[in-house]
């Protein structure tokens, strides 16, 4: 089975401060993704990747980065945390290089920017 | 762009009793059509996806849903639910290009 893990359930933090979220998948997928769960707005994509260090903005990239040095390891980083980012950040990752197949979700990090 | 309607945000059913969640997605060319569970705190997993061919697609934990093009439909059904069906579910959507978008999702409650 595949395994999408996050390195945090939850995450509290301050205004302001750098915020590193990890991901690693353990199936050599090429594609990893991140996204945004809010309640009402279902799934936003922030940013994916479809290879090491290669990287691409999905709808909501603004006050995020992110970062793939290794392929089964792909990080969301806010560089300057703000209330409005408190929210479910779920990772994914995806075998096959076309939309149409299967994405393996990791469990949430729920993070609370206070 | 692509997009996809779940005009129900909850659905509560009792145990045993059948269930249709709804999906409307915007008309294209070319369209694939899924359906992923989110059980309390779990990340989402498959249901089902269709891509093409027969327009009743089956599903895991007994779920179905029939692709309605003239609709612009792709509902999940289930004839008896199960207190562990209790989930969120999310409609998405794939097109041509690069495109994936989820739908808002519908919270389930099955009371018993």
């Known amino acids: 089975d595949v395994k999408v893990t996050q390195s945090s359930r939850y995450l509290v933090k301050r205004t302001g401060e750098k915020v590193f979220l990890e991901c690693v998948q353990d199936?050599?997928?090429?594609?990893m993704f991140w996204y945004r769960q809010d309640p009402g707005l279902g799934l936003r994509l922030i940013y994916f990747?479809?290879?090491?260090?290669?990287?691409e903005k999905g709808d909501i990239p603004e006050g995020y980065s992110v970062s793939r040095e290794k392929k089964e390891r792909f990080s969301l980083i806010l560089e300057s945390a703000s209330t409005n980012q408190t929210s479910m950040y779920l990772c994914?990752?995806?075998?096959?290089?076309?939309?149409?197949?299967?994405?393996?979700f990791g469990p949430g990090t729920r993070l609370t920017v206070l | 762009a692509q997009s996809v309607t779940q005009l129900d945000s909850q659905v509560p059913v009792f145990e045993e009793a059948p269930v249709e969640l709804r999906c409307n997605y915007s008309?294209?060319?070319?369209?694939?059509l899924f359906w992923y569970v989110q059980y309390p705190n779990q990340g989402l997993q498959l249901l089902l996806k269709?891509?093409?061919?027969?327009?009743l697609v089956k599903g895991i934990n007994g779920f179905e849903a029939e692709f309605n093009k003239s609709q612009t439909s792709f509902h999940l059904r289930k004839p008896s639910v199960h207190i562990s069906d209790t989930a969120e579910y999310f409609c998405?959507?794939?097109?041509?290009?690069?495109?994936?978008?989820f739908g808002t999702g519908t919270s389930l409650t099955v009371i018993p």
């Open positions: 998405a959507v794939s097109g041509t290009g690069n495109q994936f978008y």
């Open positions: 269709y891509l093409s061919g027969s327009t």
């Open positions: 990747s479809y290879d090491v260090k290669m990287k």
């Open positions: 199936m050599d997928h090429e594609n």
């Open positions: 994914a990752s995806r075998g096959g290089g076309r939309w149409t197949d299967t994405q393996y």
């Open positions: 008309s294209s060319v070319s369209v694939y």
